[in-house]
């Protein structure tokens, strides 16, 4: 057939399709269906009555389509399609004309052609190279619109062609003899049809068996033919293909290349005439042209460092001969003719070019030359050359081949990773267990810690010499404690005797000397009357360096301790630094998933900041689906019940969250400069016409079209939106705006202000183009005119936080924009998000219980106690906490509070700080507090410390009961409206009351039960109700569906319980209870729930039944004799003034006297400057201290109290005092290290 037509063909081919390169990848799907690797072809058979004309082919007769074929009598048959992969189809790459086929990155265009496995073995195949080539001036015929001539081009122009051989006219059009005329030189046979078709034939070759099948082979040629530059045109001279190659350890390279001998013998060149020749030897460097030596060769063996005399070394000195020589001799003895066997012999032959025997020409040798298959085994770059046709400034036969890593499959990757982790944890088990092994008197040995591995049966043996000598190590202590009792009894006595003589001295200071005396030695009585296991560190190294000499019989050993330090030092140990080794895991984990992101995209891209970029991408898609998990309040209610997250995630839930936004922006600095450096280096990198690689795909676009690329899904310009977003984000998550508000109708009035005013300025500035700008002030004015609704002097207009918050909700926006940015995302985003669907979907529910407040109260230093009524169905632990949302003050804001009640009371009380630099805080102090106060006492009472407000309940009905009857249920709304105002004085007394005129008739305060609204839209006895008709029908529909609420109403909304670290203060016998100012709020709880519990457990002993109230520990719950929750609770509250201790001062005095009043020790620190005469003594017990408490002095005592326990310590308080516990905790088990040491965890939550 002809095959002259244009790609694809509408008749069969023998030809199978390999790849189709194209100036217009557009049409690339096109060219992909309609080839017949996947598309059967048709033609048409036809039967000549006539012999045709001569100078017409047979098949130019035959119609091309099934129509006109079976209407002339023909038969259509269809050949079927060769069943292969379509072919691949590629751009073409922008080559400058008379270039040689040079395209811009200054190399000839080429296209790296995978063999196939469906070619036989040993199959002889043809390569056949065939250009379309068309010209841009043909013009659409009548009616077509966008017509394409270098596509649409069909038989239509075959009679009347639009250009004719060449043609001459005024083709400018300013007349002839002026424009005019001009001839173009046209060849209409090369215009619109195939040219210059090119063929190969080679031989196709199994895979041998020996090679797995995703080892990469090369094939490694010499392409152009003899003669100098014009000679050779429009091929090339000699050189090796590909020039530059980039391989791995392990691949191999197939060297074979063919030579003729019909060159045309006037061509320029070296050697015999009309013939090339190439070879391979290896040379210092491209600028070189000497080869070197045997002795400096590494392309097929390393010379410089491994053995010649080897099997290895021989087989690579073998490669170097055939490659340099050709085996030349074995071709020439075949003729009768030998090659110069020393320079002697070569300068006495005289051989000139065209000698058969000029074997230093390569004339002895064969035009093809097939060096097999070699492995490439040294990594390096390695320089070669041809001796033949390397004519110093007439042309050059070089190539560079460079030589990688080894690449790793899959499998190899996770195995290395595997194994990293494996062996790293091994060493570390091995360390601990030569540790223990050689300290057996130590800690570590113990039979709580003896490493897993002590721990073997194929151990036992070696364990036990060790346990006999702990064994006898304890028994020599225990002598030398007794040798040290006895030696302090005598001198004890005689002590007591002088102490009693003196107490009965008539001296005041004599006898309260004696006094002093005595406690002491009773104390010192105590402490040696202690068993051996509970001493300190100290007591025992002074008791070991007392040992007599046969008594000696451990020394202990400092071997391979410092793995062990080292990894505590990391990753903190037991001791409270279990954070560190959270956090070190979370930096790991980064790390490692940073690092998988830059290998899966290492060959990607234009260069390497690609997978720069990449990598920043991966970290950004990780931390971004570990950043909502904070957020959900009922997923910590269970992740707080894990240990191990106690140092990330437990203790400060905001924390993390902010801690992860901090990785979330150092992946959003490395993505994004890593995408600028890539955009920079495609903008200025040549233009390709078409492509070849996906490289040149990219290559030479500019800023703007990579931005807004519809391939790429405008990725940089969704990307540039999300990082605004972001930013935004960030700056109105500082304390600057979060915790600041705004005044519109000043100006700054300070520093801090007028910076705060500049970060917010710029958040705007950068949520301009993209937010809307009348949803921004909407909101805004909104905001001004909720705060503006109080008539109190001094009033901030807006609160930072409501800015934080509407902000932060374009966290939603930001999620979509991201899985459009990055196709991927979705992996990464999928679990977090379903965990996140699930828990709105739980809130959404909890955050509709309503909860009528009691009372609301303000306490010293501006802080307020709100007591509600227990809603139905709601329990909680002591130490959790709740959200709560006032719809007067803001019906979207939420606010966490701990509880101060105990689960075992009727109500539920928090304790809210109310500053005035607390916007949410401050409002609702006026609207609770402030307002009813001056609403009461009608503005005569000042609202301030000691006001009391008492709520009454109401229900406000939507629908009227009325209508009931007819099946339709009212809606019930509850809210609570001030009722009474009392003023509490010293001692809790009230010294005056103020009532509602709807109050003054009762002597009680108001009911718990909500009662009944007397208001005509409200909810109306059944004896009113046709008044309540008739007053309804003179309504407006509006009123009937949503009646308005009184003025002083009060709606809250609650949502919770959620889960904290202090709940966990039920699974410890002895805790330590830290807070720091208003941070008491959990502990609060705490110990009147304790109270409560054991005056209920006294209450049962009394009645002779059995029960428990705490909770112990998983495996301790059949021992309830022997385990008790808060056996001893060490209380520590930190206040800058003595008036905050008046807060729980009730609680903390009841604590000190009631039921549980041995189980308690309470200290109180005041941390401020105060001098001595304005401090006041609590009395009631009370331990009162002035400055800041000693940890690292606290916590060995209470270790020496409490041997062998794990007490938990548990903060409330800011994160400085968190890293003080943790410390100390840390130093106080570094300083003993005995078996029966108490072991510190700390839990800690901050604000």
């Not at 007397?1014 to 109700?1025: D, F, H, I, L």
């Not at 709606?1051 to 699974?1067: F, I, N, Q, Y």
């Not at 009841?1150 to 609590?1178: H, W, Y």
């Amino acid at each position: 057939p002809e095959e002259r037509d244009y790609y694809p063909y509408w008749h069969p081919s023998g030809w199978r399709d390999a790849a189709v390169l194209t100036s217009e990848p557009e049409h690339c799907e096109f060219y992909r269906q309609e080839s017949q690797n996947a598309m059967p072809k048709g033609h048409c058979v036809m039967t000549f009555e006539e012999e045709p004309p001569a100078t017409l082919q047979e098949e130019d007769q035959v119609a091309n389509n099934r129509n006109d074929c079976e209407s002339n009598g023909g038969t259509w048959t269809v050949e079927p399609a060769w069943d292969i992969d379509p072919p691949e189809c590629l751009g073409l790459p922008e080559s400058r004309d008379n270039h040689h086929g040079n395209i811009a990155t200054g190399h000839m265009a080429s296209y790296l052609w995978k063999i196939p496995d469906t070619i036989p073995d040993n199959d002889t195949c043809v390569l056949r190279i065939r250009y379309n080539m068309s010209s841009g001036d043909f013009k659409a015929p009548d009616g077509e619109i966008d017509w394409d001539p270098f596509f649409d081009l069909d038989a239509r122009y075959n009679a009347n062609p639009p250009i004719k051989t060449d043609p001459k006219d005024d083709f400018v059009g300013l007349g002839w003899q002026t424009s005019g005329p001009l001839q173009l030189q046209v060849n209409t046979a090369q215009f619109g049809r195939t040219f210059q078709d090119r063929s190969h034939v080679f031989k196709v070759k199994r895979r041998p068996e020996s090679i797995p099948s995703d080892v990469r082979i090369v094939n490694y040629n010499v392409r152009g033919r003899r003669g100098n530059i014009v000679q050779v045109y429009p091929a090339v001279e000699y050189d090796f293909v590909p020039q530059d190659l980039s391989v791995n350890l392990g691949d191999f390279l197939h060297f074979q290349w063919t030579g003729s001998d019909a060159n045309a013998n006037g061509n320029a060149g070296n050697g015999r005439q009309g013939t090339d020749r190439s070879n391979l030897v290896q040379i210092s460097g491209r600028s070189a042209n000497k080869p070197v030596s045997f002795e400096e060769h590494s392309l097929f063996f390393d010379a410089k460092s491994q053995d010649w005399s080897s099997d290895e070394g021989r087989a690579a000195e073998r490669l170097i001969e055939r490659f340099a020589f050709l085996d030349q001799e074995s071709y020439a003895e075949q003729v009768g003719q030998t090659c110069p066997k020393d320079r002697d012999d070569l300068e006495d032959r005289n051989l000139d070019d065209n000698d058969d025997d000029n074997c230093q020409q390569l004339n002895a040798a064969p035009a093809y030359f097939d060096g097999g298959l070699v492995e490439m085994k040294v990594r390096g770059t390695h320089h070669i050359v041809s001796t033949r046709n390397n004519a110093y400034s007439n042309r050059s036969q070089k190539a560079t081949i460079r030589v990688g890593h080894a690449r790793l499959r899959w499998w190899e990757i996770a195995a290395i990773v595997a194994g990293t982790v494996a062996a790293v944890w091994l060493a570390y088990l091995v360390s601990n267990a030569v540790h223990a092994y050689m300290n057996p008197t130590s800690s570590a040995f113990s039979k709580r810690n003896r490493p897993i591995l002590l721990r073997a049966p194929c151990m036992w043996c070696f364990v036990q010499r060790q346990i006999k000598k702990r064994e006898a190590y304890k028994e020599a202590l225990q002598r030398a404690w007794q040798r040290r009792c006895a030696a302090a009894d005598t001198q004890r006595g005689a002590t007591l005797l002088g102490a009693t003589a003196a107490r009965k001295a008539v001296t005041p200071s004599a006898g309260s000397a004696a006094a002093k005396l005595t406690t002491n030695l009773a104390q010192e009585q105590a402490e040696l009357t202690r068993p051996p296991g509970w001493l300190s560190k100290q007591t025992k190294e002074e008791l070991t360096a007392a040992l007599h000499p046969n008594e000696k019989i451990i020394v202990k050993s400092q071997c391979c301790t410092w793995p062990r330090q080292l990894w505590h030092r990391c990753l903190g140990d037991d001791s409270g630094e279990g954070d560190k080794r959270a956090t070190w895991a979370y930096i790991m984990i980064n790390i490692l998933v940073a690092a998988f992101g830059f290998a899966c995209n290492y060959s990607g891209g234009l260069n390497r900041w690609y997978a720069v970029a990449k990598m920043g991408g991966y970290m950004l898609d990780f931390n971004l689906s570990v950043l909502l998990l904070p957020t959900m309040r009922s997923l910590q209610k269970y992740v707080i019940q894990v240990r191990q997250l106690d140092g990330l995630f437990n203790a400060d839930p905001i924390g993390f969250h902010m801690w992860v936004a901090g990785w979330v922006a150092f992946g959003t600095v490395v993505h994004v400069f890593g995408h600028v450096m890539h955009m920079g280096a495609i903008s200025l990198g040549p233009h390709f016409q078409a492509v070849v690689t996906p490289a040149q795909a990219i290559s030479g676009r500019s800023i703007l079209i990579q931005s807004f690329d519809p391939y790429t899904r405008a990725a940089p310009f969704t990307g540039c939106i999300i990082l605004v977003m972001m930013i935004a984000m960030g700056m109105t998550a500082s304390t600057r705006i979060r915790r600041h508000t705004f005044n519109f109708a000043r100006p700054p009035q300070s520093f801090h202000d007028l910076i705060s005013w500049f970060v917010l300025a710029l958040a705007f500035l950068l949520l301009s183009p993209i937010l809307l700008p009348w949803y921004f002030l909407r909101w805004l004015g909104r905001g001004c005119r909720r705060a503006a609704s109080s008539d109190l002097p001094g009033q901030k207009k807006v609160g930072g936080f409501l800015i934080f918050w509407g902000v932060h909700k374009l966290w939603a926006p930001v999620y979509i924009l991201l899985l459009a940015h990055g196709p991927q995302c979705w992996i990464w985003f999928l679990w977090p998000l379903i965990l996140l669907l699930c828990d709105r979907l739980v809130s959404r529910d909890r955050r509709k219980q309503q909860v009528m407040l009691k009372s609301a109260e303000m306490l010293k230093s501006n802080v307020m106690k709100l007591t509600f009524g227990m809603p139905p169905g709601f329990t909680y632990q002591a130490g959790q906490y709740i959200q709560i949302c006032c719809e007067q003050v803001n019906g979207e804001e939420w606010h966490p509070f701990t509880l101060t009640s105990a689960p075992e009371e009727k109500d539920l009380s928090v304790h809210i700080r109310c500053g005035d630099d607390l916007d949410w805080c401050s409002a609702l102090k006026r609207k609770l507090v402030f307002e009813p106060v001056n609403t009461l006492t009608k503005s005569a009472q000042k609202p301030g410390e000691g006001c009391r407000v008492l709520y009454s309940p109401y229900i406000h009905a939507q629908i009227p009961q009325a209508d009931a009857a007819d099946g339709r249920q009212g809606e019930q709304r509850l809210y609570s409206q001030p009722a009474v105002l009392e003023l509490v004085g010293t001692g809790g007394k009230i010294t005056n009351t103020f009532r509602r005129p709807n109050e003054l008739a009762k002597a009680a305060a108001p009911s718990a039960s909500p009662r009944k609204s007397k208001r005509p839209s409200e909810q109306k006895s059944v004896e009113e109700a046709e008044s309540l008709k008739a007053t309804v029908s003179m309504m407006s529909l509006e009123d009937v569906i949503r009646p308005a609420l009184p003025l002083d109403a009060i709606r809250l909304r609650l949502d919770g319980p959620h889960g904290a670290p202090s709940e966990l203060v039920w699974k410890n016998k002895v805790v330590m209870l830290v807070g720091a100012g208003i941070g008491v709020t959990p502990f609060a709880s705490i110990l009147r729930s304790l109270q409560m519990q054991v005056q209920a457990q006294q209450l049962d002993k009394s009645s002779k039944r059995q029960g428990r109230a705490s909770h112990p520990p998983p495996g301790t719950e059949n021992d309830v004799t022997t385990w008790q929750a808060c056996q001893k609770v060490y209380f520590y509250w930190l206040c800058r003034g003595q008036d905050e201790f008046y807060w729980f001062y009730d609680l903390l005095s009841e604590a000190l006297k009631g039921p549980a009043r041995d189980r308690i020790e309470v200290n109180l620190f005041q941390t401020a400057m105060v001098e001595l005469s304005q401090v006041k003594m609590l009395g009631d017990g009370f331990k009162q201290f002035m400055g800041r408490p000693d940890w690292k002095k606290i916590m060995p005592k209470l270790s020496e109290k409490h041997p062998g326990e794990n007490i938990g310590v548990f903060l409330c308080g800011p994160q400085a005092l968190r890293g003080e516990l943790q410390r100390a905790a840390a130093d106080s088990g570094k300083s003993d290290k005995t078996d029966n040491r108490a072991r510190f965890m700390v839990h800690a939550e901050n604000f």
